[in-house]
């Protein structure tokens, strides 16, 4: 399920929407993920604060969203433009993958959330594909 | 038997009671699902035009079902101490008759969350999808209750 031109241009025009909230986004996200989902938090036991208004997860998440910033740019091959992060996840971070699938979605309801009617099913189907390709490349090295 | 909590069980009547049913069910099933997972569609086959999204939203066959789902749906909400035995028919239906695999619940479930959120923006706190994500596993585990 590849990203077709259009896809490709949604993306990139949402993400000039968002872009100025970035780290409000990914804060977002990543507080929604550790509720929604407790287990998650195993990754991030030597944060001092696990609620999700924590500073530190804040950080964490415009770090994530900052990332997918990263692969928006270099969309015609997130494969080289996640590289050093996806032997990251491989070698040191040993993340399960499923908590990519949980994390892309709690981006999406961040985004709906966000962007409202502007959130139009094109632009969730994009988007949606879009992460799950971004899920594929991280888990890329894991064996 | 699922716990409930007198604060979930305010987040979820709370939420309820500002829901269109017949919006919402419409969102949920065209925006979210039949137009991001396309393949769904071939459970639709009777409802004839599905051949673009602006073909979907404007299909009123799937406008009537979507909003069946959400009524259903507070069938569960208002049998929140006993929603397997609810649901037993349906999931009777689900398995038997219409043969629909359950991932397509838990699809669906999503898509629910991604509409409410779009509609309640900030007021759909991680804490309220928290609640309403367990409200809808709790849902799909009834309705895959008996599938073999």
């Known amino acids: 399920m590849s990203l077709s031109a259009h896809d490709k241009e949604i993306v990139a025009k949402t993400w000039t929407k968002i872009a100025p909230k970035a780290a409000e986004i990914g804060g977002d996200a990543l507080g929604r993920l550790i509720v929604?989902?407790?287990?998650?938090?195993?990754?991030?036991?030597?944060?001092a604060d696990l609620s999700p208004t924590s500073p530190q997860i804040k950080a964490h998440g415009a770090k994530v969203l900052g990332a997918i910033g990263q692969a928006v740019s270099g969309i015609d091959n997130v494969s080289a433009s996640l590289s050093k992060l996806s032997e990251l996840h491989a070698y040191n971070l040993r993340v399960d993958p499923v908590n990519f699938k949980l994390l892309a979605h709690t981006l999406l309801v961040t985004l709906s959330a966000s962007l409202g009617a502007e959130f139009?099913?094109?632009?969730?189907?994009?988007?949606?594909?879009?992460?799950?390709?971004?899920?594929?490349?991280?888990?890329?090295?894991?064996? | 038997m699922v716990h409930w909590t007198e604060e979930e069980r305010c987040t979820i009547s709370t939420l309820w009671d500002k829901i269109d049913t017949e919006e919402v069910g419409h969102q949920a099933l065209t925006r979210s699902h039949l137009v991001v997972y396309p393949w769904t569609q071939r459970y639709f086959s009777t409802f004839g035009n599905l051949s673009k999204p602006a073909a979907i939203a404007g299909n009123p066959k799937v406008r009537a079902h979507g909003k069946r789902v959400i009524v259903a749906l507070g069938d569960a909400i208002k049998n929140l101490d006993n929603v397997k035995a609810t649901y037993a028919k349906l999931s009777e239906l689900h398995s038997e008759k219409l043969?629909?695999?359950?991932?397509?619940?838990?699809?669906?479930g999503e898509a629910l969350i991604i509409v409410l959120a779009g509609q309640f923006g900030a007021a759909f706190t991680p804490a309220v999808q928290a609640t309403w994500q367990k409200l809808l596993s709790v849902v799909i585990s009834a309705l895959s209750s008996k599938y073999h």
């Open chain 2, 99 to 108: 043969h629909v695999d359950p991932e397509n619940f838990r699809l669906l």
């Open chain 1, 36 to 47: 929604v989902f407790p287990q998650t938090k195993i990754y991030f036991s030597h944060f």
């Open chain 1, 120 to 143: 139009t099913p094109e632009v969730h189907l994009a988007w949606d594909k879009f992460l799950a390709i971004v899920a594929t490349v991280l888990s890329e090295k894991y064996r």
